[in-house]
């Protein structure tokens, strides 16, 4: 009986790259390119955009201040030394107010899970607790507090606390039932049925919540300072409207995007580089 032998094709020799890797790399880098891009382009869009306005419409500068004023506000701020401190000051509540509402949501949030009581105990406080305005309880707490850092971290704390916990109920909610029983019948303790299979499998909801805390922290900060403070960008930005330095006003503004974007680029980041098992 004949065999019919067909010819393999030719292919390229190990470690050498194939017209098809070529192109997937081309492609790669090219995307890259374009996702990095992308951000710096709509930021200069807006600007153009702004600038646009500002001229065709000859909006007066205290109403919109052009571009270039503003950025000659921000370099004359930086120069005299005065913009640091307030950032530094307004950075530092929203990180320990993030850090502890986390931290609050987090524990609070696996009792609830495992502990149906305690869910049905608290679930009407914690719904409660949300429909009260910050701004209404920033006051009372400075009044508790004093006029230092704690109240602000307390009112950062309270803001981020309801997101994350949700979140990380959904996740833990979310589990499979079949491999909680699994890790059961392994032997699995309390301790690495969270550490091994409850922490990895929720962790995507919790890491999503963490992004929005960081940019509701920045927030609740300046609702802080905005009741009562001596320095911070909410403090800054009060200032500016007294002295009705509107780009000043801008300087504050922006900074404070620039924190809350910095927050949410960093927990991406690190959501990216953690959770690559999903892939």
């Known amino acids: 009986m004949a065999q019919t032998l067909t010819r393999p094709a030719t292919a390229a020799p190990p470690g050498l790259p194939t017209a098809s890797h070529e192109r997937r790399g081309r492609g790669g ?16 869009g807006v600007i153009a955009l702004w600038k646009l306005v500002v001229v065709l419409a000859k909006v007066p500068a205290f109403l919109l201040p052009p571009p270039e004023a503003v950025l000659v506000s921000f370099v004359d701020a930086l120069r005299s030394g005065i913009l640091w401190p307030h950032v530094r000051v307004t950075l530092l509540e929203a990180g320990l107010g993030a850090a502890l509402g986390i931290a609050v949501a987090v524990v609070l949030g696996y009792l609830v899970v495992h502990l149906p009581l305690l869910d049905r105990a608290l679930a009407p406080f914690i719904a409660a607790s949300q429909a009260l305005p910050v701004v209404a309880i920033a006051p009372i ?53 969270l550490r091994y299979v409850e922490t990895p499998l929720a ?6 919540g963490v992004r929005i805390a960081f940019t509701l922290a920045v927030t609740g900060a300046v609702v802080g300072e905005f009741v009562s403070a001596k320095v911070g960008l909410g403090y800054l930005l009060k200032q500016a409207e007294f002295l009705y330095d509107t780009p000043l006003k801008f300087v504050a503004l922006f900074c404070l995007m620039a924190i809350a974007a910095v927050g949410y680029t960093a927990v991406a980041f690190i959501e990216r580089t953690v959770l690559t098992w999903e892939d």
Not at 29 to 44: D, E, F, H, I
Not at 203 to 208: A, D, E, R, T
């Open 29 to 44: 880098a090219g995307k890259r390119w374009l996702y990095t891009l992308t951000p710096t382009a709509s930021v200069v």
């Open 141 to 193: 707490l400075i009044l508790w507090f004093g006029t230092g850092l704690l109240p602000k971290v307390l009112v950062c704390a309270l803001i981020v606390f309801f997101p994350v916990l949700v979140t990380w109920v959904v996740g833990l909610r979310r589990i499979n039932a079949d491999l909680i029983g699994v890790a059961h019948l392994a032997g699995a303790t309390r301790w690495q049925m």
């Open 203 to 208: 962790l995507p909801n919790l890491l999503g």
